[in-house]
């Protein structure tokens, strides 16, 4: 198969619909608003476990979407198949531990995973004809969030330096 909208595709248009970029777009604003709270001293300690525990939920939650892939594309060989299911728990598995941590260690084991996720969506997008607008979504969502994920120990490496 070959990567991209399909021609009987239900979005080949390169902008999601607008509910999904309202709902993308719109799951942004936690992020942003905790790192914004971190960043001005706003009980820091409170935006940094609310921003982890946040992140661990979307990044369960883009792991599932492989569980979903896994169920309805057609034409995809069982191992395939099974390695999708498999898959989609990993970044559950990893945002998990990534809780239990020191707030900048978990930021990091998040930011990895959201990382890494994408790299397997991008293998996904390779097998299978996805919408044309669901890379570059999740591109632009994941880079925000991993943003905000490290903006306070970004901070704080700033401050320490100089």
């Known amino acids: 198969m070959q990567a991209g909208p399909s021609p009987s595709s239900p979005y080949p248009a390169p902008q999601p619909p607008r509910v999904v970029a309202w709902l993308g777009y719109g799951g942004l604003v936690p ?12 009980a820091p300690a409170a935006a ?36 999708m299911y498999v898959w989609s728990t990993v970044p559950a598995l990893l945002a998990w531990p990534a809780l239990l941590l020191e707030p900048g260690v978990g930021a990091v084991i998040l930011v990895a995973a959201f990382a890494i996720h994408y790299l397997q969506d991008r293998r996904l997008a390779a097998l299978a004809s996805l ?18 994920l490290l903006a306070p120990g970004l901070k704080s490496a700033a401050l320490a330096g100089g």
């Open 48 to 83: 940094s476990q609310a921003m982890l525990a946040y992140g661990a939920v979307i990044l369960s939650f883009v792991g599932a979407l492989h569980w979903a892939f896994a169920m309805v594309l057609p034409g995809v060989l069982e191992s395939r198949r099974n390695w």
């Open 131 to 148: 919408p044309a607008w669901y890379l570059p979504l999740r591109l632009r969502l994941s880079t925000v969030a991993t943003l905000c």
């Open 31 to 42: 992020f942003v608003g905790l790192a914004a709270a971190n960043l001005k001293g706003v």
